[in-house]
């Protein structure tokens, strides 16, 4: 895009990163949970793949996976900040995601875990990320989709008109599954298929997710936020209203992670290509109707309990 919208302060959001460095670790189960998801999903792919890229890395979280794989003979790691690096074993180098200092046709796999979703230009950085990959190279990359935080948006959202008479952003806006799956071919890939798990974890309190997300170095950085100190008492009616409209019988909270995960291949001439149109010999009618054909849906959820 030639002018994308700046949502996101990005300088702030390499600060925050750099301050969370050191603990991040507290908070790495949403990280955790894509790196098992990612490895998972590649170790059942018949086919190896020399050098591969950890974009946007979290310590060594999701190479570590890759690489237990045996997929993959080496990976590097670009992460946002040198704190980040120097956490890292093996090769690391800081670079933005949204400008990548890599050469075309150089990487075989690039892997992204849960931090595209925080760049201004997504399709500037898939179109950068297609670019860097060898002819049929893979991209898997997993982001925060558009029900994320949807509780807290919500809680916030009610205290703040309560308490103001108006809103402030404070929950960036994911974007749903099927832009992001648009975004992909838009962006050149081949093969694209995208996604959607609705992961949720339960907290004794809405402030310890607020914690959470403070460790995770991925609290508010919108552009438009409000700049000036947050009003007295607005975080904790917020949080009186997440148990209001959220809590659970057992006195629990919810807080839901929408994690949309994209692959693409890089176009290479040995893929399989889609068939033209009415060359086909059989209708999609009559192979329904003759019940040969069951058609499954791509959300899929799970619950995960017991986040203190």
Same mark, same amino acid.
């Given at each position: 895009?030639?002018?994308?919208?700046?949502?996101?302060? #990005?300088?702030?959001?390499?600060?925050?990163?750099?301050?969370? !460095?050191? %603990?991040?670790?507290?908070?790495?189960?949403?990280?955790?949970?894509?790196?098992?998801?990612?490895?998972?999903r590649?170790?059942?792919?018949?086919?190896?793949?020399?050098?591969?890229?950890?974009?946007?890395?979290?310590?060594?979280?999701?190479?570590? #996976?890759i690489?237990?794989?045996?997929?993959?003979?080496?990976?590097?790691?670009?992460v946002?900040v040198?704190q980040?690096?120097?956490?890292?074993? %093996?090769?690391?180098?800081?670079?933005?995601?949204?400008?990548?200092?890599?050469?075309?046709?150089?990487?075989? @796999?690039?892997?992204?875990?849960?931090?595209?979703?925080?760049?201004?230009?997504? *399709?500037?950085?898939?179109? /950068?990320?297609?670019?860097?990959?060898?002819?049929?190279?893979?991209?898997?990359?997993?982001?925060? %989709?558009?029900?994320?935080?949807e509780?807290?948006?919500?809680?916030?959202?009610?205290? =703040? @008109?309560?308490?103001?008479?108006?809103?402030?952003?404070?929950?960036? *806006?994911?974007?749903?599954?099927?832009?992001?799956?648009?975004?992909? /071919?838009?962006? %050149?890939?081949?093969? *694209?298929?995208?996604?959607?798990?609705?992961?949720t @974890?339960?907290?004794c309190?809405?402030?310890?997710l607020?914690?959470?997300?403070?460790?995770?170095?991925?609290?508010?950085?919108?552009?438009?936020?409000r700049?000036?100190?947050?009003?007295?008492?607005?975080?904790? !009616? !917020?949080? =009186?209203?997440?148990?209001?409209?959220?809590?659970?019988?057992?006195? #629990?909270?919810?807080?839901?992670f929408? @994690?949309?995960?994209l692959?693409?291949?890089?176009?290479?001439h040995? $893929?399989?290509?889609?068939?033209?149109?009415?060359s086909a010999?059989?209708?999609l009618? !009559?192979?329904l109707?003759?019940? $040969?054909?069951?058609?499954?849906?791509?959300?899929?959820s799970?619950?995960?309990?017991?986040?203190?």
């Open positions: 895009m030639d002018n994308p919208a700046q949502i996101f302060d #990005r300088r702030l959001l390499r600060l925050r990163k750099a301050r969370a !460095a050191a %603990g991040m670790e507290r908070a790495a189960f949403l990280i955790e949970h894509v790196a098992i998801d990612l490895a998972e590649l170790s059942l792919i018949s086919r190896q793949f020399a050098t591969g890229l950890d974009l946007g890395a979290h310590g060594t979280v999701l190479s570590d #996976r690489m237990r794989t045996g997929k993959v003979g080496r990976m590097l790691r670009a946002a040198s980040l690096a120097g956490r890292a074993d %093996g090769a690391a180098i800081v670079a933005d995601e949204e400008l990548l200092p890599f050469a075309p046709a150089s990487l075989d @796999i690039i892997v992204s875990g849960l931090s595209l979703q925080l760049v201004n230009d997504l *399709p500037g950085a898939l179109v /950068q990320i297609r670019r860097a990959l060898k002819p049929d190279g893979l991209f898997m990359g997993s982001l925060l %989709g558009g029900r994320t935080l509780q807290l948006r919500s809680a916030f959202a009610s205290a =703040e @008109i309560t308490l103001t008479g108006g809103l402030s952003p404070r929950v960036a *806006p994911f974007a749903d599954i099927r832009d992001l799956g648009a975004l992909l /071919q838009r962006a %050149g890939f081949a093969l *694209p298929v995208a996604d959607a798990e609705a992961l @974890i339960t907290y309190d809405p402030a310890d607020m914690a959470d997300l403070k460790t995770m170095g991925t609290s508010n950085a919108l552009r438009e936020r700049k000036t100190l947050t009003r007295r008492g607005l975080i904790g !009616a !917020a949080c =009186e209203a997440y148990r209001q409209q959220f809590g659970q019988t057992d006195g #629990r909270v919810p807080a839901t929408d @994690i949309v995960t692959t693409g291949w890089a176009p290479h040995s $893929q399989q290509k889609p068939l033209q149109p009415g010999r059989t209708s009618k !009559a192979t109707e003759a019940g $040969q054909v069951s058609v499954q849906g791509n959300l899929k799970s619950s995960h309990g017991g986040k203190d």
